[in-house]
Every structure is written in structure tokens, then in C-alpha cells.
């Protein structure tokens, strides 16, 4: 939330400078635009590199829109910092809240006029070794089209694609998609959904977004001793405006599971934190033999992205 800087009284000044701690102004949400591949990367890494132990050769690949990539900072999610990816312009997505339903508010076309399907990826490369099996990161996801498009099929989705399995889920599962989290305007609701009307919402002061998720736990299986692939995917749906936007993390991109965060998946009071554990793809690991075909997959993807470039460990 953002407050107004204030005058402390000298009455309060006197009981001493733990007092005046509470007047301090706090910093405000911040959106910067970057599309600098190894600026991104870099936001996304912990300054442990035991955090990413047995990952190395990394390499970022950008499809779509320039303006949809930057870094944020002092976020309202409770994320801290780290990559906001957006299928409008990023750096509209601070500020007040001043329009609920249809509007032009977050309604950025990135592409030519009425062409639909804003589609934005981030794609992470890298090897792994053969001390390693698991990739954490955690995430919030939130939309311009809550709620008066939940249940239609304007339903805006995003994709973390590890190997050609999607491992973006909610608490119950389900893809993390404006239908999946509001199944209609009046509900039933995600559990995970954090609604954000114009006056009374939590952040309605700092974002645009009418809503947005808790922060959810990315846990996927890696591919021992091969080249993997992270396809960070947002996109509208059926139209070309009203923005969604995701969130990832500063620091928690890793094999280690994030300080603070249950990542066990049989422990059923791990909460929203751990609801993505091992059984988001059924126990079902991605053998190593799929990896060429969609190598040539990715290399055929990456070809049109704006923006390549690589960081190497």
C-alpha cells in the first residue's frame, strides 16, 4: 500500500525511534520495462547459487512485444521482486484501480489492430546434471478480465511448460486459467483468488489488476543429464485487449524448494504454497528420449523471439 509521507508529532518522536518507524512512508509498487534477456534471468536467479545447484548454461530466449517484459519491485502479492511478463504494457500495471468492469483500463493491443491472441513467452533454457530432479519457483498470476469475463470465453490463460508439460496449477489442480479461478462473475471462486474491485480491494490502491491469485508454488520434474526446456507462457484469449499478467519471484527459481515454503505434496495442510508438488503431472515423468523432437520444437520457437541471450554458470 502506498502512504503519504506525515509529519510526526515531537509528543511521538519522544517515546523513541521504534514509534517513528510506523509513520515511514512505504515504497510504492514499481514496474520497469526491460526486455534485456540477462537482466530478466538475473532477477529470476538467487544471489545463493546453491539455490540452482546442478543447473548451468543457461540461456533466455523472448517471444513477442518488447513493452510485455520488465522487473518489478515492492509488489502488493507479498512476491518482493523479481519478472513480471504481461500481455499488455508492463509498466501499466501499477497503479489505482479506477474502473471494475468495461473499460480501457489495462487494455493494451500488442499486436496489429484486431489481431487476437496477445501471446508473450519467456524461454528458459539449461542443463542438468545428475544430482538434481526437481525445479521450484513460485508465482502469482493476475487479470484485467475478473470478473466480468469469468465463465466466457474471453479466458486468458498461462502456461510453465517444463519439457512439454504444464505444470501451472491451482490448489485443486486445475490450470491456472480466469475460468478455472472464477467460474462465472458471481462464482464459485479458487480458493487461491484474491479479488480486487475499485475502492475496497486489498491493492486497489497499487494495481490495476481486478484480481489476482495467492502465490503459487512451481514444482516440476527435471530431465537428469539433459538439456531442459521452461516455455513461461501468457496470452489473451479470443480477443487482443483487457491485460493479464504473471509474476515469478526473485530468487526462487531452483531445485531447493524456497525458504519458508511446505513444497512437500503428500502433506495435504501445505496450504496455496505447496499446491503444485510432484503430483501435478500424475507422477508421470517426462522420459529423456522426448527431448529431441522438442528441442527442434523450441529451436523452431525461439528462432521468431526478439530478444536472445544467454548467462552462463
Given at each position: 500500500m502506498?502512504f503519504?509521507?506525515?509529519?510526526?508529532?515531537?509528543l511521538?518522536?519522544s517515546l523513541?525511534a521504534?514509534?517513528?518507524?510506523?509513520?515511514?512512508?512505504?515504497r510504492?509498487?514499481?514496474?520497469?520495462?526491460?526486455?534485456?534477456?540477462?537482466?530478466?534471468?538475473?532477477?529470476?536467479l538467487s544471489n545463493?547459487?546453491?539455490n540452482?545447484k546442478?543447473?548451468?548454461n543457461f540461456?533466455?530466449?523472448?517471444?513477442?512485444?518488447s513493452?510485455?517484459?520488465?522487473?518489478f519491485?515492492d509488489?502488493?502479492?507479498?512476491?518482493?521482486s523479481?519478472?513480471?511478463?504481461?500481455?499488455?504494457n508492463?509498466?501499466?500495471?501499477?497503479g489505482?484501480?479506477?474502473i471494475?468492469s468495461?473499460?480501457n483500463?489495462?487494455?493494451?493491443?500488442?499486436?496489429?489492430p484486431?489481431q487476437?491472441?496477445?501471446?508473450?513467452?519467456m524461454?528458459?533454457?539449461?542443463?542438468v546434471?545428475?544430482t538434481?530432479?526437481?525445479?521450484?519457483?513460485?508465482?502469482?498470476?493476475?487479470?484485467e478480465?475478473?470478473?466480468?469475463y469469468a465463465g466466457?470465453?474471453?479466458?486468458?490463460?498461462?502456461?510453465?511448460?517444463l519439457?512439454?508439460?504444464?505444470?501451472?496449477?491451482?490448489?485443486?489442480e486445475?490450470?491456472?486459467s480466469?475460468?478455472?479461478?472464477?467460474?462465472s462473475?458471481?462464482?464459485p471462486f479458487?480458493s487461491?483468488f484474491?479479488?480486487?474491485?475499485v475502492?475496497t480491494g486489498?491493492?486497489?490502491?497499487?494495481?490495476?489488476?481486478?484480481?489476482?491469485?495467492v502465490?503459487?508454488l512451481y514444482?516440476?520434474?527435471l530431465?537428469?543429464?539433459?538439456r531442459?526446456?521452461?516455455?513461461?507462457?501468457?496470452k489473451d484469449?479470443?480477443?487482443d485487449?483487457?491485460?493479464?499478467?504473471v509474476?515469478?519471484?526473485?530468487?526462487?527459481?531452483g531445485?531447493?524448494?524456497?525458504?519458508?515454503v511446505?513444497?512437500?505434496?503428500?502433506d495435504t495442510?501445505?496450504g496455496?504454497?505447496?499446491n503444485?508438488?510432484?503430483?501435478?503431472?500424475n507422477?508421470?515423468?517426462?522420459p529423456?528420449?522426448?527431448?529431441s523432437?522438442l528441442?527442434?520444437?523450441v529451436?523452431?520457437?525461439?528462432s521468431?523471439?526478439?530478444?536472445k541471450?544467454?548467462?552462463?554458470?
Amino acid at each position: 500500500m502506498n502512504f503519504s509521507r506525515q509529519i510526526i508529532p515531537s509528543l511521538i518522536l519522544s517515546l523513541g525511534a521504534s514509534l517513528s518507524l510506523v509513520n515511514l512512508p512505504a515504497r510504492a509498487f514499481t514496474v520497469t520495462q526491460n526486455n534485456n534477456p540477462d537482466v530478466l534471468l538475473n532477477a529470476l536467479l538467487s544471489n545463493e547459487p546453491n539455490n540452482y545447484k546442478g543447473l548451468s548454461n543457461f540461456e533466455v530466449n523472448l517471444i513477442g512485444d518488447s513493452r510485455a517484459f520488465g522487473t518489478f519491485t515492492d509488489d502488493p502479492f507479498g512476491l518482493g521482486s523479481a519478472v513480471a511478463i504481461s500481455t499488455g504494457n508492463v509498466t501499466d500495471l501499477p497503479g489505482e484501480n479506477t474502473i471494475d468492469s468495461y473499460g480501457n483500463e489495462l487494455s493494451t493491443d500488442l499486436g496489429l489492430p484486431f489481431q487476437k491472441d496477445d501471446s508473450i513467452s519467456m524461454i528458459l533454457s539449461f542443463d542438468v546434471d545428475n544430482t538434481v530432479d526437481q525445479l521450484f519457483f513460485q508465482y502469482v498470476f493476475g487479470s484485467e478480465e475478473f470478473l466480468e469475463y469469468a465463465g466466457s470465453d474471453f479466458n486468458d490463460s498461462f502456461s510453465l511448460s517444463l519439457n512439454g508439460l504444464n505444470y501451472a496449477q491451482l490448489s485443486n489442480e486445475k490450470q491456472v486459467s480466469i475460468n478455472n479461478i472464477a467460474f462465472s462473475s458471481s462464482g464459485p471462486f479458487s480458493s487461491d483468488f484474491i479479488y480486487n474491485p475499485v475502492g475496497t480491494g486489498p491493492a486497489s490502491s497499487v494495481t490495476k489488476l481486478d484480481g489476482y491469485t495467492v502465490p503459487l508454488l512451481y514444482n516440476a520434474d527435471l530431465v537428469q543429464g539433459a538439456r531442459n526446456f521452461l516455455v513461461i507462457n501468457v496470452k489473451d484469449e479470443a480477443d487482443d485487449i483487457y491485460d493479464s499478467a504473471v509474476f515469478l519471484k526473485a530468487g526462487t527459481f531452483g531445485t531447493v524448494c524456497p525458504v519458508g515454503v511446505n513444497c512437500d505434496p503428500s502433506d495435504t495442510n501445505n496450504g496455496n504454497n505447496g499446491n503444485n508438488g510432484n503430483n501435478g503431472n500424475n507422477g508421470v515423468k517426462v522420459p529423456e528420449a522426448d527431448l529431441s523432437p522438442l528441442s527442434l520444437l523450441v529451436i523452431v520457437l525461439t528462432s521468431i523471439g526478439l530478444k536472445k541471450g544467454k548467462y552462463m554458470i
